[in-house]
């Protein structure tokens, strides 16, 4: 089978630090070739081109696609700054992975859908925690039980590490920048999302040197289209503590389960351990080029259009809360009301 030759859009933080890494081996086993970089700052750009042994350097994207024969492309540039990349992607008939949030904007979001499905092509949203083998093992247990309401915390400490992961108006908020994990696992263990109701609690004034503006509090409830319910609350207010939290609980009739990344209980037993720490990157890297090169549109486990509800869930999230928390109902998002 020939390599999968792969551009990136974005040489950024999570390109760098988890993306470039996961598929470095499967570079080196020649699988895929590392054949374009494009970034907005030129010296990113080279320099992890020098990296990577990549001789096409680029500043726009267009001018990527016009110059380069690719297969497939990585697409991982904070969701404000998606224009055009997509759909030009799709036009040339090439697999796209897209990092999270896939954008802010719901309708851009469903012409991207629907571009993708006209063009036939596979497509993965960088939802990892669903690669992590503990909640392949959650998933096949819940698929046993009758599950009834779940529960996350997501307690943070420190602060965002990245200027727009700071700005609410360029992110989206800690809710759908960085919970939109948590609730894409929901979505795998638990199904669809029909409607959200959510309150924050506002941050009043700028923090820190570059005006965080985040709220300080996400409190958010779901109700599937199962009938399950859950509450995901997320907080930004141990900024000097050195502790988070991060936990996932899953309760059915007669069960309570326990997900952790490495991990999961059952009514306090132990029911899965990685034997070795996982690696979500790499695992959906794999499947990501395996579905590529097999022209394969049902093997990613977040395809684009399926991962729309996660998307409509955190931004419908926000839109509630705007609207002291009114219900909303995803359908009626995505068609455009709110």
């Known amino acids: 089978m020939q390599p999968l030759r792969l551009g990136f859009i974005g040489l950024g933080y999570i390109t760098v630090n988890a993306h470039l890494p996961a598929l470095a081996p499967l570079a080196k086993s020649g699988q895929v070739v590392f054949t374009a970089f494009c970034d907005a700052q030129e010296d990113t750009a080279r320099s992890q081109a020098a990296e990577y042994g990549v001789n096409g350097v680029y500043t726009d994207h267009r001018a990527m696609f016009e110059q380069e024969a690719l297969d497939a492309v990585y697409l991982c540039i904070p969701p404000t700054l998606h224009t ?23 309708a851009q979001a469903v012409a991207c859908t629907t571009a993708l499905d006209r063009a036939g092509v596979v497509s993965q949203v960088g939802f990892m925690s669903r690669y992590y083998p503990s909640a392949v093992a959650v998933r096949r247990r819940l698929s046993e039980r009758t599950p009834r309401h779940a529960l996350v915390q997501l307690l943070y400490g420190g602060r965002p590490v990245r200027y727009w992961t700071s700005r609410y108006e360029l992110c989206g908020g800690t809710f759908v920048e960085n919970t939109i994990h948590m609730v894409d696992l929901l979505r795998y263990f638990l199904g669809d999302i029909a409607a959200v109701s959510a309150f924050y ?9 570059h005006g965080w503006n985040l709220p300080h509090v996400y409190n958010v409830n779901y109700r599937f289209v199962s009938g399950a319910t859950a509450n995901v609350t997320t907080s930004r207010v141990l900024t000097q503590a050195g502790g988070s939290r991060r936990q996932v609980t899953l309760v059915s009739d007669d069960s309570l389960i326990e997900w952790e990344s490495n991990k999961a209980s059952e009514n306090g037993e132990l029911v899965w351990q990685d034997e070795a720490p996982a690696n979500p990157f790499a695992l959906q890297a794999q499947e990501f080029v395996a579905a590529a090169q097999a022209g394969d549109r049902g093997r990613p486990r977040s395809p684009y259009a399926e991962s ?6 955190v931004l419908g999230a926000n839109a509630s809360a705007e ?13 455009g009301k709110r």
């Open 84 to 106: 055009d990349q997509l759909t030009l992607a799709a036009e040339r008939k090439l697999a796209v992975f897209v990092e999270k949030p896939q954008t802010l904007d719901l």
């Open 201 to 209: 609690v506002p941050r009043t004034e700028p923090d820190g040197e």
């Open 308 to 313: 729309l509800n996660s998307l409509a869930a």
């Open 323 to 335: 609207q002291g928390g009114k219900l909303i109902q995803l359908a009626d998002l995505v068609a």
